[in-house]
C-alpha cells in the first residue's frame, strides 16, 4: 500500500473506505447503494471525492467518550 501524507482530492474505492468507513469497504458500497455518496469517473475508473467524503463524515453525531473516565 502507498503511504499517503494527505489525502488527495479523489480517492480509489479502498482508499475512500478507509479515510471515511475505518477501511470498510462493504460499509462504503452501502453509503453507495444509498445515495448517501455518489462517486464520479466512468466505466471502471470510479473515484470518490474527499468533498463528498467530508461531508458525510460532518453529517455523524458526536459521541461523548466513554472509556477512562471517572463515574
Do not use: W
Not at 26 to 45: A, C, F, S, V
Request: glycine fraction near 6%; include cysteine.
Amino acid at each position: 500500500m502507498i503511504r499517503v501524507e494527505f489525502a488527495p482530492r479523489l480517492m480509489d474505492r479502498a482508499l475512500a473506505a478507509y479515510y471515511v468507513c475505518n477501511g470498510s469497504l462493504r460499509d462504503l458500497d452501502r453509503l453507495r447503494e444509498q445515495k448517501i455518496i455518489t462517486p464520479r469517473g466512468h466505466g471502471r475508473n470510479v473515484m470518490y471525492d474527499k468533498a463528498d467524503l467530508d461531508a458525510y463524515a460532518d453529517t455523524l453525531i458526536e459521541r461523548p467518550a466513554t472509556r477512562g473516565t471517572a463515574a
